[in-house]
């Protein structure tokens, strides 16, 4: 699996740490397993940890960033989600884009160098 989900007990928030480069399919399969162990946990934090990437995974042919960030946003209104950037400067922007459609539909979305940073800002 290019990815883990795990349920943080102590802060009540899911994560996701993408462990290589993967599909569109995969992305999605991410959110719907995020989706359900929120639901299962009754938790409305995310941390999507994406620094391990090292090409264009999400460029805009690809995946659709525009459909991508819909998506989230309604799957997850209202969840605070903490995106932490991959180092490929052109992942970066595909990311920033998702996470603004996701902010201009709800969620409460931010970009992170640092799972630190993150993880400071979930709380």
């Avoid at 995946?63 to 995106?83: L, N, R, T, Y």
């Avoid at 603004?100 to 931010?110: D, F, I, L």
């Amino acid at each position: 699996m290019p990815y883990e989900i795990s349920y943080d007990q102590q802060d009540n928030m899911v994560k996701i740490h993408f462990s290589c480069d993967d599909a569109k399919q995969e992305h999605y399969l991410a959110l719907e397993e995020a989706c359900e162990l929120c639901s299962k946990h009754h938790c409305k934090k995310l941390l999507i940890d994406l620094r391990e990437l090292k090409k264009e995974i999400t460029s805009r042919k690809e995946i659709g960033c525009f459909d991508f960030g819909e998506s989230v946003a309604m799957k997850m209104f209202g969840f605070k989600i903490a995106h932490v950037l991959p180092k490929v400067a052109s992942e970066m922007r595909d990311i920033e884009f998702i996470s603004t459609v996701e902010s201009n539909r709800g969620v409460n979305s931010q970009e992170f160098f640092t799972v630190e940073d993150a993880l400071k800002w979930l709380k």
